[in-house]
């Protein structure tokens, strides 16, 4: 491989790259918060609450991301003849997704502290939303970490799903390229540059998980 075409290559890859990390930017900004809002809900003692949100996690859970998408972005076209720009489309496909996931990982994580914690919380005089988001909370972050760990590097990978609506991102144009040269240098530059954040999350995460061992709960 030339080397003036190898650094056209990376250039062009960056490029990609860019677009992968705004979806994944956007979706962990929405799906995290989202993801607490649907663990809220589905601990809520208000019955309809807990039907609608294990109706919403049973869908997003148990149909493919790839459909969601293509649903999200064309059902608006062909039921009620609305088109809006793909990029919207997929952070809200993505969004909905994850924040299923993440919501059932904050309900694990929230139910297993000890009612114990509550009790003696509102003892001290904290309000009910003050011991979740200063007592309860920290405490489940620190037990459910691995798993929202796995998440965020699953949705690295998951970023290439946004091709089947046109979107180009890192994976779409090293498919392109191989294509186009006849080689799968392309790919698997593409696929050491997945390899890499993975590693920075994984040593964020890490990181992250060493200065919350102070949350014994």
């Given at each position: 491989?030339?080397?003036?075409?190898?650094?056209?290559?990376?250039?062009?890859?960056?490029?990609?790259?860019?677009?992968?990390?705004?979806?994944f930017?956007?979706?962990?900004?929405?799906?995290l918060?989202?993801?607490?809002?649907?663990?809220?809900?589905?601990?809520?003692?208000?019955?309809?609450?807990?039907?609608?949100?294990?109706?919403?996690?049973?869908?997003?859970r148990?149909?493919p991301?790839?459909?969601?998408?293509?649903?999200?972005?064309?059902?608006?076209?062909?039921?009620?003849?609305?088109?809006y720009?793909?990029?919207?489309?997929?952070?809200?496909?993505?969004s909905?997704?994850?924040?299923?996931?993440f919501?059932e990982?904050?309900?694990?994580?929230?139910v297993?502290?000890?009612?114990?914690?509550?009790?003696?919380?509102?003892?001290?005089?904290?309000?009910?939303?003050?011991?979740?988001?200063?007592i309860?909370?920290?405490?489940?972050?620190?037990?459910?970490l691995?798993?929202?760990?796995?998440e965020?590097?699953?949705?690295?990978?998951d970023?290439?799903?946004?091709?089947?609506?046109?979107?180009?991102?890192?994976?779409?144009?090293?498919?392109?390229?191989?294509?186009?040269?006849?080689?799968?240098?392309?790919?698997i530059?593409?696929?050491?540059?997945?390899?890499?954040?993975?590693?920075?999350?994984?040593?964020?995460?890490?990181y992250?998980?060493?200065?919350?061992n102070?949350?014994?709960?």
């Amino acid at each position: 491989m030339e080397l003036e075409y190898f650094i056209k290559l990376i250039k062009i890859l960056l490029e990609g790259l860019c677009t992968s990390l705004s979806i994944f930017g956007f979706t962990l900004l929405f799906a995290l918060p989202l993801g607490i809002v649907v663990s809220i809900l589905g601990i809520s003692k208000n019955k309809i609450n807990n039907i609608i949100t294990k109706i919403y996690i049973l869908i997003m859970r148990g149909t493919p991301l790839l459909l969601q998408i293509i649903c999200i972005y064309f059902a608006p076209y062909y039921l009620l003849k609305i088109s809006y720009d793909r990029f919207i489309a997929i952070i809200i496909a993505f969004s909905l997704n994850y924040a299923a996931y993440f919501g059932e990982i904050f309900r694990s994580g929230i139910v297993s502290i000890p009612n114990g914690q509550w009790e003696a919380a509102f003892t001290l005089g904290f309000s009910k939303s003050k011991t979740f988001f200063l007592i309860i909370l920290p405490q489940a972050v620190k037990r459910i970490l691995p798993a929202i760990s796995n998440e965020v590097i699953t949705l690295v990978r998951d970023t290439s799903l946004a091709q089947v609506i046109g979107i180009t991102e890192l994976f779409s144009i090293a498919q392109k390229q191989a294509n186009f040269k006849f080689s799968i240098i392309p790919l698997i530059i593409a696929g050491l540059i997945y390899l890499i954040i993975s590693l920075i999350l994984t040593i964020i995460f890490n990181y992250i998980e060493k200065k919350l061992n102070y949350y014994r709960g």
